[in-house]
């Protein structure tokens, strides 16, 4: 008989923490904790999601920027040991600054071109008059010859995607991360936020 009372007692208390049931206190203290952080990131995050448009990369790149500015300061304020810490938060501020730069894409300037120049349309003479006028943009004036401005855009296409590529390396992570033989971790370079960014 005591065994069986055990039982009902067991079942009754599982019953009582069944977090599926509406009745058992762990179901409203789930959607207390449900509820809450809702909020929380409904207030967060509402001046980066307001800005948000489905037409173009940036605005990803600007809810990635908003978290990992976030994740950084969790983990520069964390309670890991430094060093680790301290490879993450550098990746992390460089993953940072690497993105900003993609998000202004000032890439051009940043190689030389200057944006002095003018631009205005001049018409195509064509042979046949009855022919539907066409136009030529031209670039009038500027401190700079084609040729430089040419090379300027060349050298701001090959930093782009450098920066990209870095950014990505960041992510995925270019460091050795290994169990040494006591079971540690060696943390590589900081990189890799697969697991290791928490």
């Avoid at 964390?78 to 938060?89: A, C, I, M, N, P």
Wanted: charged share 35%; proline share 1%.
């Amino acid at each position: 008989m005591k065994i069986e009372i055990g039982e009902t007692f067991t079942k009754s208390l599982n019953n009582l923490i069944d977090s599926t049931k509406w009745w058992a206190w762990e179901y409203w203290v789930d959607k207390y904790y449900e509820t809450k952080w809702s909020l929380w990131a409904l207030l967060k995050y509402f001046r980066v999601v307001i800005k948000m448009r489905p037409w173009d990369y940036g605005y990803i790149l600007q809810m990635q920027r908003f978290q990992m500015d976030i994740l950084m300061k969790n983990i520069d304020n964390g309670y890991e040991e430094d060093t680790s810490r301290g490879l993450k938060v550098k990746q992390m501020k460089r993953w940072i600054e690497l993105c900003d730069n993609h998000i202004k894409d000032d890439y051009a300037e940043r190689c030389g071109y200057i944006f002095d120049q003018k631009f205005e349309f001049e018409e195509i003479v064509e042979d046949d008059p009855n022919k539907e006028k066409k136009f030529r943009l031209k670039i009038v004036g500027g401190t700079q010859t084609g040729e430089e401005r040419s090379e300027c855009i060349r050298k701001s296409v090959k930093l782009a995607d450098s920066e990209w590529n870095e950014m990505n390396d960041i992510i995925k992570g270019t460091g050795v991360v290994n169990m040494d033989e006591t079971g540690e971790y060696d943390m590589g370079d900081g990189t890799d936020a697969r697991g290791y960014w928490n």
